[in-house]
């Protein structure tokens, strides 16, 4: 009987996390003045699903949180309570509030009990109507306790008069209760736990055994639990099941005489399949203490494998599934015509062959497509984020997102999502002015944040950009200059002068705010975005606002390369890295020292890299300069002139772990798959330029 | 040959015995855990990989996976040999911390799929400094030749793989 829980645990999270994110839209989508039921319907639904997962699971506090949330979201929908400005963002932290709880459950952490207790107090003044308190938030946690008893009261206005010894249930589900996949077991089990539970069970419903569906619950109980209970944890535990059978409950009270119990195990004996579960209630309060145990380490291993996991679009395995029926039908083709092959089927043989090819290829694209998630993974977060810096700031903005639907890598949506966060932050924060300003510039009051995401190439582009100030040159330069980082007679570009914001150690902001100047700069965003293959660039205008443009590659498995031939070997240049190939003149090339080669290229002096002395690659047909080609690179800032002997082409690349099976090797990033099946090596310049400076 | 390891595969089951797969080295004859062994292959040309030791042949694409090559010969010092079509690289796996590693092999030639008695098996004679006998985990006797018995984990962690994996 004892199900195993933990396994289900993993999608209850994903979930709920999901539940959690579609209140938070739907709360800020909330047009105050307008509210449509729906949209609170969908917002109510959420919340009730998390409160039912909780409590099925066990996880009381996060059902008893959710539940006032409920309360509150039921009076909206039925129009009994005006949905009011205090009382959403209420709602809001309290999403938080609740995500943090799943997250603590989730990775076997402690549920900060004091947030907990505030979110609550808060969510109960809203509920008992004093908007005041909503307003103070965080209110006083001494409104926690308030709102149980005032509830009870409502319900049971005789109870708070005597001491409630314990409560008499009347339960008859009815016949769908099964199906809907309730328990009547766990309810009980729950019962148990709250004090001393007997059980009545009546049969009389019960059919004959040749009419009998296993599936129908024909049994109805009376059901008594002893024990200082409030009424609400009565229906907590029956919560589930409102609209799935018919309750009645009673108070018992210190003077009440107990009505004598059936003897239950005389009836186990008429009817075996259907009654055996309610018969083991007594024997039940045991094992699920026993059980809660190995939840809790259960729960850790899960929260491991929370990250690897990733949801697919059906529509994406269909077409894989075609795909493969495809290739299927290819392949036995091909195997027919093998079978008796004569010369005449040679045109068949290649048919069948460019087929092949074709479906690879096009297998290959949808497999790589399962990577791809919609860029609104990342920008889901940000209409909240501009929702609370606008009300802390008491600016006005209006953010809109373009190309949510965008795809990237997976692994790229995940690392993105930081620098992105601060940028927008840095756009809400410190690119749009207060509306007084606004106004007195001939603007309108309300600032506009775009997000903005679209393809191009083989990259992606996202750009945040606002109809704000704008960056100053002059002060940026004032700044950098102040802090020592360029030379006061520094000629500059105006690009040159946005980099400056780049600059390790350079915050233009006059005074630190909790919003932007946390520590990450705006360095540790470029070199983020770096890291990931793309890069940053910003177009502003003082007055009229600016934009940040990130360009990235689509997916950080394949890589646009040049190959390069040395000697016998092929190498694999990273297209982005090249800047342009040369034939070069003995008179451009000076040596420092006698040894070390630099070339003069438009005023600047670039240091030469032998690659076959640095590989030692064994006879390369360019051994004077002269001969060969130098192509210059930049990585890193580094910017170098690599000798090879010649280009030879472009393609697309499949980036395969050198590290996997081997090691790292100084001067190579990665390995990749030649057309032909031979293996060559992927050049990393920096290591190229450490190597040669050995 | 690869077949006739996978039919030997099922046989293991019996904790005190042991089945290994024996190959030449010159006139030496070594043997593997049987279940180290993930298959066999021709020798066929790899891509160098620029600044380690000699006896790292270099780099194979292994249906997918770059997987090094390391050649046995070199590595214990007993002279070059000339690759031929005949030459035989023996892919192994072993666990090294929690990842599986795969390495091929370069050998003279596979010679059989042996049964051995755990208890038949010789701990190796020291030979101080002279031999280096540490991949060697121990020796047995085999139709009464000599066959020494590889560390195929302690082999395939490449000098200095565990180091760099922190730089």
Redesign the interface.
Known sequence: MAIDMAQFHQVFFEESFEGLDAMESGLLNLDLGDVNADDINTIFRAAHSIKGGSGTFGFTSVSDFTHVMETLLDEMRDGRRQVTRPAVDVLLGSVDCLRDMLRAIQNGGEIDRTSVAEHKAALDGVVNGTHDMAREFPAESEHVGADTTMMTTMEEPAASEMQIVGWSIAFSPHLNLLKTGNDPVRMFRELAMLGELTSTVDMQGVPDIYDLDPEECHLSWKLKVLGDIASTEIDEVFDWVEDDCDLAKQAIYSAVAEPAPLAVTEQTQILKPASIEPITIPTVAQPTAAEKEPKKEESKTSASKASSSIRVDTGKIDTLINMVGELVITQSMLSLIGEHFELNKLDQLKNGLSQLERHTRELQESVMNIRMLPISFVFSRFPRLAHDISSKLGKKIELKLVGENTEVDKTVVELLSDPLVHLVRNSLDHGIEMPELRRAAGKPETGTVILKAYHRGGNIVIEVSDDGKGLDKDKLRAKAIEKGLIAEDAILSDKQCFELIFMPGFSTAEKLTDISGRGVGMDVVRRNIQALGGNIEIISELGKGSTMAIHLPLTLAILDGQSIAVGD?TYILPLGSIIESLNIKEDRVNRVVGKGETFLLRGEYLPIIRIHE????PKPKATKLTDGLLVVVEGQGIRCGLFIDDLLGQQQVVI?????????????SA?T?LGD?????ILDIPGLVR?ANQ | MSEAAENFDTGHADKNSLQILSFTLGQEEYGVDILMVQEIRSWE????????PSYEK????LR?????IIDLRERFRLGRSAYTPLTVVVVLQANIGD?T???GIVVDSVSDVVNVTKKNIQISPSFGAKVSTEFINGLVSVNERMVMLLDVDKLLK?E??DD??D?
């Open positions: 070997e640095i590989f030692n690659v395969k772990s050198l590290e996997a099976n081997y090691r790292r090797v100084e001067g190579v390995a798959i099946g031979s293996v060559a090596l190597l | 040309p790899v891509s160098r990989i620029p600044n380690v270099g780099v194979v694409n997918g996976a770059i997987v090094p990842k590693r795969i390495m490449l200095g793989v760099e994996d730089s």
